[in-house]
């Protein structure tokens, strides 16, 4: 009913770890009171007007994991250009059209641990693109701090039974 918006909800809980934020908040829905949490990382890499930007979002929920990526509509991901690196070597790349050609692009249950796992152990996302406006691009999300990020997700969670 267009009433979600950001300032809607309440930050209960926020941590940054490096590029990854943790957070959790909470709004009233009637009487009833909504609350979530979530890891996250955006980066806009074209500005206004040609804007543009990519970003994760992190969830857990009665124990199952959900990563879900967001991608411009009508970016054209390189064949090896969506990949977790650890010391220069790759140690995952996703092979999923929706993600490669900027449709959808989520993770759920199993496919998510696996892909929180390899993100726990590498050093570096890298992401080689073409973007919606013909512009090449080159993203790297530093991974360092992510396994910590990802600890004080699940022990939030845990803490407010989500």
């Known amino acids: 009913q267009g009433r979600d918006t ?3 909800w309440v930050v209960t809980f926020y941590k940054a770890f490096g590029l990854w934020d943790t957070i959790c908040d909470e709004r009233k829905t009637g009487l009833a009171l909504e609350e979530r949490c979530y890891m996250r990382y955006v980066e806009v890499f074209s500005p206004r007007p040609k804007f543009a930007a990519q970003f994760v ?3 857990l929920s009665d124990g199952e994991a959900k990563v879900d990526f967001g991608i411009e509509r ?10 977790i690196l650890l010391k220069g070597d790759v140690i995952w790349q996703t ?17 998510a641990d696996a892909l929180l796992d390899q993100m726990s152990q590498g050093d570096a996302f890298e992401f080689r693109f073409t973007d ?4 090449a691009q080159q993203l790297t999300w ?14 939030e969670t845990d803490a407010r039974g989500l």
């Open 74 to 83: 009508g970016t054209e991901f390189a064949d090896d250009g969506y990949a």
């Open 57 to 59: 979002f992190v969830t």
């Open 95 to 111: 092979e999923d059209t929706g993600c490669l050609n900027g449709r959808a692009c989520t993770y759920l249950g199993g496919e």
């Open 6 to 8: 950001p300032g809607e």
């Open 132 to 135: 919606p406006h013909g512009q």
């Open 142 to 155: 530093g991974l360092q701090l992510f396994a910590d990020g990802l600890s004080v997700l699940r022990q």
